[in-house]
């Protein structure tokens, strides 16, 4: 009877990636072959890629846009 050796199955598997970044804005690690996005040379995760975008955006002057139209209807 062929004896099996458990003890390759108890030995962690080789799974740890290369960290390759750091994201710039939560500082959480960013790995091989994981999405991440660069700007101006800063490293964003795929979380913070969203944050970085809405920080950065201006807010549309909605009332100046209404009040532009007004003005344009009421000629
Ligand atoms: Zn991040």
Do not use: Q
């Not at 795929?46 to 944050?51: A, D, G, M, Q, V």
């Amino acid at each position: 009877m062929e004896i099996l050796d458990d003890r390759a199955y108890l030995t962690p598997p080789d799974n740890e990636a290369d960290k390759v970044y750091e994201c710039y804005f939560c500082d959480s690690a960013i790995y091989e072959g994981e999405d991440c996005y660069m700007i101006d040379s800063l490293v964003y995760c795929e979380r913070c890629i969203n944050k970085h975008f809405k920080i950065i955006a201006e807010k549309p002057d909605i009332e100046g846009y209404l009040a532009d139209l007004e003005y344009h209807d009421t000629k």
